[in-house]
């Protein structure tokens, strides 16, 4: 039985601690560098087949444009407080041509876009409003909202479980802009 009085978190597994299942899950046929959220979805290798195939589709496979999702996401990772998912996805922004100014739109107190706005009444609301919705529907098509909808909730989870557990940022990671 598990001690309730527990407070330490769950701690990223080393990668030379993986069992057969976490390495057919996360590193097929291959060896990672060091990763702090690999490691701790290696600690329960099922949670993390089903979540990652989810996850495939938002980061590689979504509707949305790489800027587009790469905004909500920081938007959401400022949102929540999320030192690690702000970390990754501020180098992932960049790979996908946003600029440090577009960056730090994410940050700002008062939602300045169309897109910022939505983030904001998804997370705190866990809904569009009215007006929000249509105006999304002007520029974005059925599948490309539901992307975002569905982008918005799931990082939301991630920065929930990496803010519970801790998670710290992997060696070379920064989050001076945090």
């Known amino acids: 039985m598990t001690d309730v009085n527990r407070t330490n978190r769950i701690a990223p597994l080393p990668y030379d601690e993986w069992d057969t299942e976490a390495l057919s899950v996360l590193a097929p046929g291959r060896r990672l560098p060091p990763s702090n959220v690999l490691g701790l979805l290696a600690q329960h290798p099922a949670l993390a087949r089903a979540f990652l195939t989810f996850n495939k589709h938002l980061l590689f496979e979504s509707t949305l444009p790489a800027p ?39 940050r700002a107190a008062s939602p300045g876009t169309l897109l910022a706005r939505a983030v904001d009444e998804l997370d705190a609301d866990s809904r569009l409003s009215d007006q929000t919705y249509t105006e999304l529907s002007y520029e974005l098509d059925d599948r490309q909202l539901m992307d975002l909808v569905f982008t918005v909730g799931a990082y939301g989870l991630l920065a929930m479980a990496f803010n519970t557990f801790d998670v710290e940022l992997d060696p070379g990671l920064s989050a001076d802009d945090f």
């Not at 929540?80 to 994410?106: M, N």
Request: aromatic share 8%.
């Open 68 to 106: 587009t999702r790469e905004l909500a996401i920081l938007r959401v990772a400022w949102r929540r407080q999320c030192r690690y998912e702000w970390a990754q996805h501020v180098l992932i922004a960049k790979r996908a041509g946003l600029t440090d100014e577009q960056i730090a739109e994410a």
